[in-house]
């Protein structure tokens, strides 16, 4: 299993502290406030719910959507659905799709953004992470439709994750996703704060998403899920609001580390930059408890995402001087 943020049981015992503020996952800090559910969502089979569906795609702009148990789910299920293939996975970037391309008689390589155009020459498949985790790299929609389009010429799929795009729905894809071999997938964890419901949606051709709504089986949504997000989806005020208020932070985010010398890229849910030293800065952070997403890899460096509260940005604050000042 590949490491990721948010796994706090492990920062805690490691670093003997439970005062963490937690940076390490990207998500927005001030969640949506999920309503009561019907006290019937806990017994009632999950069946599927068009509404959610419906809201899904008035939100995403898309032809038409599946649910699932959030992208983590199609990132595993969408190789099963194809012959082995030759893929190019967006490099550096979410670490679980080389994973599961990796497999099941696939031949991946890891392609870096620079590289993608000619990747679609070559490739059955092209994975691209939209804006980019973790680097917010970030590549036009014309241009994704363009190789979308190349590669469905030959029966190729081009796929896009989009699962930090609600803050620039201006880039997305989506609505394109009613043609053959353009799959995009988002999810409700990030921009909405709802990561513990577990859902994420995928945009597709109808006959994909019904290849792909028989390999989940049946039942992948819990009712509970089913009604907060729909309440999500449907509260424009809220979604507004948001979108202006993480545009602030992010800058703030970003600004503030620019004032301690450190020149990042990313959205307005997080900040990456290729830390020289990256594990001595997670160190130094952890021992102050705040946690951070260390890369030791293909994107060596650090992702820091936003402060729940204004004690948050003045510890971090503090760390930073600290960290400058050793």
């Not at 998500?27 to 419906?54: C, F, K, M, Q, S």
């Not at 890229?265 to 952890?286: D, I, N, V, Y």
């Amino acid at each position: 299993m590949l490491e990721h943020g948010g796994n706090l049981r492990d920062a805690a015992k490691r670093f003997g502290r439970d005062d963490w503020v937690d940076l390490s996952t990207g998500i927005n800090p001030r969640w949506y406030p999920a309503p009561e559910v019907a006290g019937n969502a806990w017994h009632r089979l999950p069946e599927p719910d068009p509404a959610l569906t419906a809201a899904a795609a008035a939100f995403y702009g898309a032809p038409q959507m599946l649910p699932a148990a959030g992208t983590q789910a199609a990132i595993q299920a969408l190789p099963r659905l194809r012959a082995p293939s030759r893929v190019a996975v967006s490099a550096p970037s979410y670490a679980e799709h080389a994973h599961h391309w990796g497999g099941h008689g696939h031949t991946m390589t890891l392609t870096p953004y620079a590289e993608l155009a000619d990747a679609v020459a070559r490739h059955d498949v092209v994975v691209v992470v939209n804006p980019n985790n973790p680097t917010g790299a970030v590549v036009p929609a014309a241009q994704l439709l363009q190789w979308a389009d190349q590669l469905a010429a030959r029966g190729g799929w081009l796929v896009v994750d989009e699962a930090f795009g609600d803050t620039a729905q201006e880039n997305s894809v989506a609505a394109h996703t009613g043609r053959p071999g353009l799959i995009v997938l988002r999810s409700v964890g990030k921009f909405f704060g709802l990561a513990g419901i577990r859902l994420g949606f995928v945009a597709a051709h109808a006959d994909l998403l019904r290849d792909l709504a028989d390999l989940l089986g049946p039942w992948t949504i819990s009712g509970p899920a089913q009604q907060i997000a729909l309440a999500a989806l449907s509260d424009h005020a809220w979604q507004s609001d948001t979108r202006t208020q993480l545009a602030v932070h992010g800058e703030r985010l970003r600004a503030l580390l620019a004032s301690h010398g450190i020149q990042s890229s990313g959205t307005p849910l997080f900040q990456w930059w290729a830390e020289p030293q990256p594990e001595a800065f997670w160190r130094h952070m952890a021992e102050r408890g705040i946690w951070v997403r260390l890369f030791t890899q293909a994107a060596r460096g650090i992702r820091l995402g936003l402060p729940p509260d204004e004690a948050g940005w003045q510890r971090l604050h503090t760390a930073l001087s600290e960290w400058n000042q050793r």
